[in-house]
């Protein structure tokens, strides 16, 4: 069956000359690098490539052609594939040019296989690792430049290989990426050590309201923080992965305030707890150790909602954890 869909998709893709690839709003480190490998992919078959991110690609500088990627379509599109995004939702302001799209590729337990095709892959560690597999089944070749965005995608959403789904297949798929031409020391460099002076003031202003209780550890970071400190991002530029080697945490929680009415949250879970239920449960989604969600209402109330389910679904977990252990 999965040699049949590959078969699918590489006919579509030939058959195919004008291409709009989107991806998730904040966008990460695999959102940008999937969206760029497969994109200069298709360009170097000589395809007419729209690569479209609703809030741009603010701090991927360092990722080779990312002044490729506009914010809005024009024209219409032979072929149109969401990548790293778990529901159609997620890509924002996109949603009403795409319709049904021909293909989705993501790695999110919670994807809603919302497109003709479906290359969803949940024990992946990264949506560019499935790239990677698939890329060559659809008649599409690597060069030092695909290789890199691809393996920016799976230091990214690895945290630099940190995570509890990293084995050995994936350090394979990322020495052939370094064999191919990607600066493993490069990428790790500038996707998790550098950071700007206004996103460690940000930072200073979530921590500054750090708390901890029944083994959650949670924050906020506000509108007003955003706009005195002049951070230009709408996401919490990483903190939520700092908050997660809390020794005292199982999961951390951070709130960011996107307007008056919305806030996302962003939950990490330490191996044995799985967050992407309670992600789901409030309109989002994601994986075991790192899910979302976007929620309507003001930061106070959201705040009052989700701790408490948080801390309720964090002691129900634990208790199954030690019934495990005893029997």
């Not at 690609?57 to 594939?81: H, W």
């Not at 795409?98 to 003709?116: E, Q, S």
Request: glycine letters at 8%; a negative charge; charged letters at 25%.
């Amino acid at each position: 069956m999965k040699k049949l869909v590959d078969q699918k998709i590489f006919e579509k893709i030939h058959q195919s000359h004008d291409f709009l690839i989107v991806s998730h709003v904040r966008p990460d480190a695999d959102a940008v690098g999937s969206l760029l490998g497969l994109g200069l992919a298709l360009i170097n078959q000589e395809k007419n490539v729209q690569m479209v991110l609703a809030d741009g690609a603010g701090r991927f500088e360092y990722l080779p052609k990312v002044n490729l990627i506009t914010r809005s379509p024009s024209g219409k599109a032979d072929m149109i594939i969401v990548v790293d995004c778990s529901d159609i939702k997620r890509v924002g302001g996109l949603k009403a040019e795409l319709g049904k799209p021909d293909l989705v590729v993501d790695h999110h337990k919670t994807n809603d296989r919302y497109g003709v095709y479906n290359i969803v892959e949940p024990d992946q560690v990264a949506t560019a690792a499935i790239l990677f597999d698939h890329l060559p089944e659809w008649g599409l070749s690597f060069d030092p430049e695909i290789a890199t965005c691809l393996l920016s995608g799976i230091v990214g959403d690895t945290i630099g290989y940190r995570t509890p789904n990293v084995n050995a297949e994936v350090m394979r798929k990322s020495a052939a990426l370094m064999d191919l031409g990607a600066n493993l020391a490069d990428i790790y460099r500038e996707e998790l050590v550098m950071k700007s002076f206004k996103a460690y003031k940000y930072w200073g202003s979530g921590l500054s309201r750090l708390k901890v209780q029944d083994g959650l550890v949670w924050t906020c970071l506000t509108l007003a923080d955003r706009l005195d400190i002049g951070y230009p991002e709408n996401d919490d530029a990483d903190l939520v992965n700092i908050l997660s080697a809390v020794r005292e945490a199982r999961i951390a929680l951070i709130f960011v305030e996107q307007s008056q009415n919305e806030v996302k949250i962003s939950w990490r879970a330490r191996p044995g707890w799985d967050v992407s239920g309670i992600a789901y449960e409030f309109g989002g989604g994601g994986h075991a150790a790192a899910a979302g969600a976007d929620v309507e209402g003001n930061l106070e109330d959201v705040r009052k909602r989700v701790i408490p389910r948080t801390i309720e679904l964090l002691n129900q977990q634990t208790n199954e954890l030690e019934m495990e252990k005893t029997t």
